[in-house]
């Protein structure tokens, strides 16, 4: 038995933040009924990456929404509203991520959902909350990255602005939202009463960024400073980072400077065996280590530095990772079906519950696939 088996949740949300929070839900056994317009279903079923779709609705789409259900109404018309009423009476858990005003002009703002079901987990994911002069602005990952100082964390000192190439803002922001309502169901078991959580794509972008923020702010505001080549962190020492080496990349994380050049043989000038310089003379300190590590290939380096424990691994594409033993252990891909019999491979849920992988077959459902079902089973 899954552990959310038994939770209904009424997923309101479009796009990829809320959806992928109701992935999570659906994937760990809750039943996740998607409410949609009729005919075009919700927005996100438009939005390719590659311009890919499988059957009318786009790839990404069905990568966020597989395993739910498809509830298709039109929330201005009366008769439908007042069936999604009486589903929102029956149901554990409800996310939208609709402008603030939206809700409550068709009276479903939680107040009026509150009278609705007490019980009720009420989740709404805004682009910047609901409060200040950014609450209407229209949120979106790129927009939120860039905003949020993100971009200036990632690449090389001379690359300008760099964004995630992932909705990480979205992601993380779904990722907060199951929290809220997890933490609200168990509340719940205790209380018997519901809760409202609510989550925004600026403030959990933010959050990710709680180590550099806190030294931005208790080391005298100074800004970010990426490495000239080479660094995956702005705000960490050499020898972290990324070099080239004779076949290909090599990644470096935490490893103390004096053993890694004691290890390559580099005779490290006294100036820089005290960690204190490590990190202000950063650039420096790579352009020493990198003509020596481009002389061999990365399984030459790895075979000295892995029986030494250094924080050290390949720098693999898509194409490298899936050859190997560790990749293919670990299974983490699954096939998933639509209901026209289409196939799609994609990644399984990453969480192991009692030792065992999670995997679903079905696909995410047509706009309105399941209204017969839900009707008759809801007595709608």
Request: net charge neutral; aromatic share 8%; charged share 25%.
């Amino acid at each position: 038995m899954l552990p959310l088996e038994g939770i209904t949740v009424l997923e309101f949300a479009q796009f990829m933040a809320g959806p992928s929070a109701g992935l999570k839900m659906a994937d760990l056994g809750a039943r996740v009924i998607k409410i949609e317009r009729p005919g075009s279903g919700e927005a996100g079923r438009k939005i390719a990456l590659k311009n890919i779709y499988i059957d009318e609705s786009s790839m990404v789409f069905h990568t966020a929404n597989r395993n739910k259900q498809s509830y298709a109404a039109d929330l201005k018309d009366p008769n439908d509203l007042e069936k999604v009423k009486k589903l929102i009476a029956k149901a554990d858990v409800m996310t939208h991520n609709f402008r603030p005003g939206v809700m409550e002009k068709i009276g479903l703002d939680y107040e009026d959902v509150k009278k609705i079901n007490p019980r009720i987990i009420y989740g709404v994911v805004s682009g910047y909350s609901a409060v200040g002069p950014w609450a209407t602005k229209p949120g979106q990952d790129l927009l939120i990255q860039s905003l949020s100082g993100f971009v200036n964390l990632t690449g090389n000192e001379s690359d300008g602005p760099t964004a995630s190439g992932l909705a990480t803002s979205d992601i993380f922001t779904g990722v907060h939202l199951v929290q809220g309502i997890l933490a609200s169901l168990i509340k719940r078991s205790k209380t018997g009463v519901g809760s409202k959580i609510e989550v925004s794509l600026l403030e959990s972008t933010l959050d990710i960024q709680f180590e550099v923020l806190t030294t931005y702010l208790n080391d005298g505001n100074k800004l970010p400073q990426r490495a000239k080549k080479g660094s995956a962190h702005a705000y960490l020492d050499a020898p972290y980072g990324i070099y080239k080496t004779k076949d290909s990349h090599i990644a470096i994380a935490l490893t103390p400077l004096n053993e890694l050049a004691k290890a390559i043989g580099l005779n490290l000038p006294d100036e820089y065996k005290n960690k204190d310089t490590w990190f202000g003379k950063r650039n420096e300190i790579m352009q020493l280590i990198s003509p020596v590590l481009e002389k061999e290939t990365t399984a030459h380096w790895l075979g000295i530095f892995e029986p030494l424990d250094f924080r050290c691994s390949d720098v693999f594409t898509y194409e490298q990772l899936f050859k190997t033993e560790g990749f293919k252990a670990i299974d983490m891909m699954q096939e998933v079906e639509t209901t026209d019999g289409i196939t799609m491979k994609t990644t399984r849920c990453p969480i192991r519950i009692d030792g065992k992988k999670i995997f679903n077959r079905k696909s995410a459902p047509k706009a309105g696939e399941n209204n017969a079902l839900i009707e008759k089973e809801f007595n709608l």
